[in-house]
């Protein structure tokens, strides 16, 4: 007598008129947390322009949107009668947060293409002490740092800022470009040394331009980061040189005894619409520079 082995039941799959269902409850859970996300993100700047936009005797209204609208704070915020000089700031920021990100660039990009491209000895030390400098605290260097631009007549100088932003922004772009330049396809630059090129010619004719998204998003954050450091700023500036993060925590108003919020708002916009807008233009190379790192070859 024969004995048959039991019949394996595959699991039923769900009727197909409950796909749409279940495809359209899981796109509404992935609406609702980018829901989430963009209010957690934005409310703070929308709360932001709304005071900015508010007439400075409601300042603490608790409204969700415009009320007594006027440009006063603007004014005031842009206004040298109290001491202020917010241009003056806007204008030291973008030159510290320019050159900062141009010397971070150029020697991220060939650090991260060696590190990325050359197998040498103690490679993986290097990676490590460049990881280690990006977590170093800022305050622990704000002593020394004065110690040293003073004695040798920095204090007050656009380099007392910059060099030691190059040092926190440097880390910052070689992990980001070594990370993309390790998944690009080093076929191609091998095909341009076979047709002739020198190394040199490959990585800027080859792969700079692949690398392009990259760059650009790196910039983005570098610039970003210089802009928005305060700390050391606020201890080797002068007046002439403070950026805008120094500029805006000392406003004052009329009244020596009132903080003016308002125009603390006004210019907190001002410094971020541009940055937005930045943003709102090149997202998609934003974008594609986050992505770029999945590129295999």
Known sequence: MTHRAPELELPS???ARNRPKRLAFKNSRIYVG???ILVW??????WMMV??????????DTTPWPTHVTLENFQNALSTSSGNNFTRAVVNSMIIGGITTV?????????????????????????????GASMFPVVALVTPLFQLFTNIGWI???QAMIIPNISFVLPLTIYTLTSFFKELPWELEEAARIDGASRGQAFRLVMLPLAAPALFTTAILAFIATVNEYLLASQLSSDATEPVTVAIARFSGNDPH???????????????IPLVIMVL???????SGLTAGGVKS
Do not use: N
Request: proline content about 7%; aromatic content about 18%; cysteine-free.
């Open 13 to 15: 799959k769900p009727p």
């Open 156 to 158: 007050g100088t656009y």
């Open 281 to 287: 233009l090149f997202q998609r190379r934003i974008v």
């Open 258 to 272: 009132v903080v003016p919020y308002a125009a603390i708002m006004a210019a907190g916009t001002i410094v971020t």
């Open 103 to 131: 010397i971070a660039l150029a020697v991220g990009i060939f650090t991260a293409y060696a590190l990325a491209r050359i197998e040498f000895r103690f490679k993986y030390v290097v990676v490590g002490i460049v990881l």
């Open 41 to 46: 993100g934005l409310a703070p700047f929308y």
């Open 51 to 60: 005071t900015a936009f508010r007439d400075p005797d409601y300042t603490f």
């Open 34 to 36: 980018v829901a989430i």
